[in-house]
């Protein structure tokens, strides 16, 4: 029997891979999808939820969400939260760019303000933020300052000078995993950071100027200081070369540290360790290092941001209002506490191309926010919308306080170029009224909005399973990419 074929709906946009699927499963399996996405789901990711629930001290189900597709090990848009006394912390469940992210930035500019001089703005911002493959930064750090960014993340950068002393209380975490230990990052992973620090890199990166063009929910809409028409700013990028490497190194030490803690798994590429192991105690260190270098990245990126709009519209960026709405990572491993079977119970939630989503009065989300919930930015791509949403108590419930991510990848980026030509795409996308920059025609060939799943049935199962809530969606005015 296909995989497919045991699914079972467990209510709207709601289905299980039920624990006797393989016998090795310890928990159910968890799909997010409504009843037209789960038709073209690739078995191989259903395989890779079941897979994951098989593995030591996992609790409650192992979850694939609205963007689900395969990955390294776990799925894409995957889910798993292991117990810290029982459990096993995996670098497949986080991946390979730590804590990619996304940063979104608000600005009382308006459509007709900023569309005229969009052209200026995206080549501004793509002059002054380094973008591309092996990009590197505009500063140049010292070999001992890397440690310092590896253990404070995005608190070095705003005592560097690098945006806001207010900014802090609106990134996930404050910008800072204080189980970071810059001595379990090698030096190869520390030669790889030092000069990529405050750049965009390429791929699905990216800075995209949007406007705010339809509010969902009027109350979470205020509260989140969103209006209509309004311009906001998007920044998407992860922990570079240095997340790359911690990644790498660590596979290779826990491909040798599951054999010898005796942990069988059903593929390879779920290489673990306990915990409380070494192993598995000093890749949560590097991973939490790694993760703080993507906050001070995006911190960087946000100040340069800022200048290039106080060049384009001769206007202070505070005048401009630009504030951070939010910061939220989703390629992690976090501790955190979450009911099971009833009781408060501490684990390792893995989230890997998933956002967190925790709900209304929630200790972890700004005071700000605390009445209607944790801030949820998923975007779309180059040529579609992004949404706003915000997290839910259906979603500490059922998903361990996550969400989706993004639109998904439904093509490969080599079967991408093969099918599209960067130029047609750039003009199909000025035809939409779209301004984009990139490094090359390639990129753009590669990123194309086809090659991408379509994000707003993403989003319209995400709400309607109740996992996260609408509030704002975004339309792009503007691209620059690596």
């Not at 989230?351 to 605390?370: E, L, S, V, W």
């Amino acid at each position: 029997m296909e995989i497919k074929d045991t699914l079972k709906k467990v209510r709207e946009c709601v289905w299980e891979v039920p624990g006797g699927y393989n016998k090795s499963m310890r928990v159910p399996g968890r799909i997010y999808l409504n009843d037209a996405t789960i038709e073209s789901l690739e078995p191989g990711a259903i395989e890779q939820v079941a897979n994951v629930a098989c593995l030591p001290g996992i609790q409650k189900a192992s979850i694939g969400l609205p963007d689900i597709h395969f990955g390294y090990g776990f799925s894409i848009g995957g889910v798993a939260a292991f117990s810290t006394r029982t459990g096993v912390i995996s670098p497949g469940g986080v991946g390979f760019d730590i804590n990619c992210g996304v940063r979104m930035v608000k600005t009382n500019l308006t459509e007709d303000e900023v569309k005229p001089k969009i052209k200026e703005l995206i080549n501004t911002l793509f002059k002054n933020v380094p973008s591309g493959v092996g990009s590197k930064g505009k500063i140049r750090l010292e070999n001992n300052q890397i440690d310092d960014v590896l253990n404070n993340g995005a608190e070095w950068a705003v005592e560097n000078g690098y945006g806001w002393d207010e900014d802090l209380e609106y990134l996930e975490e404050n910008g800072k995993m204080n189980e970071a230990n810059s001595d379990k990052v090698s030096e190869k992973a520390k030669k790889r950071g030092i000069p990529q620090l405050g750049s965009l890199g390429s791929g699905n990166h990216f800075l995209e100027v949007q406007k705010i063009d339809e509010i969902f929910d009027d109350k979470a809409a205020e509260i989140f200081s969103v209006n209509p028409g309004e311009i906001a700013i998007l920044i998407h990028t992860g922990s570079r070369g240095c997340g790359h490497q911690v990644c790498s190194d660590y596979l290779r030490i826990m491909d040798k540290a599951y054999k010898n803690h005796n942990i069988n798994l059903p593929d390879r590429q779920l290489a673990c360790a306990p915990v409380d192991s070494k192993e598995g105690i000093n890749y949560f260190e590097a991973m939490s290092a790694a993760a703080n270098y993507a906050w001070a990245n995006r911190q960087m990126i946000v100040h340069w941001v800022r200048e290039s709009f106080e060049e384009i519209f001769n206007k202070s960026a505070e005048d401009m209002e630009m504030n951070i709405i939010y910061d939220v990572a989703h390629n992690i491993a976090k501790k955190e506490v979450h009911e099971i079977k009833g009781k408060p119970m501490e684990v390792f939630v893995h989230r890997k191309g998933a956002t967190r989503a925790f709900g209304p009065g929630h200790k972890d989300i700004p005071k700000k926010y605390q009445s209607v919930g944790q801030p949820v930015i998923i975007p779309g791509t180059m040529g579609t919308s992004s949404y706003l949403l915000h997290g839910t108590q259906t979603a500490m419930e059922e998903t361990f306080g996550s969400t989706a991510h993004g639109a998904g990848r439904k093509m490969s980026r080599s079967s991408a170029k093969k099918e599209f030509k960067g130029e047609e795409i750039q003009k199909y996308l000025a035809k939409m009224g779209i301004e984009i920059k990139a490094t090359s025609m390639p990129i753009i060939a590669e990123e194309a909005p086809d090659a991408y799943k379509d994000v707003d049935e993403i989003i319209k199962t995400a709400d309607t399973a109740g996992i996260s809530k609408l509030v704002a969606k975004m339309k792009p005015l503007g691209v620059a990419k690596g």
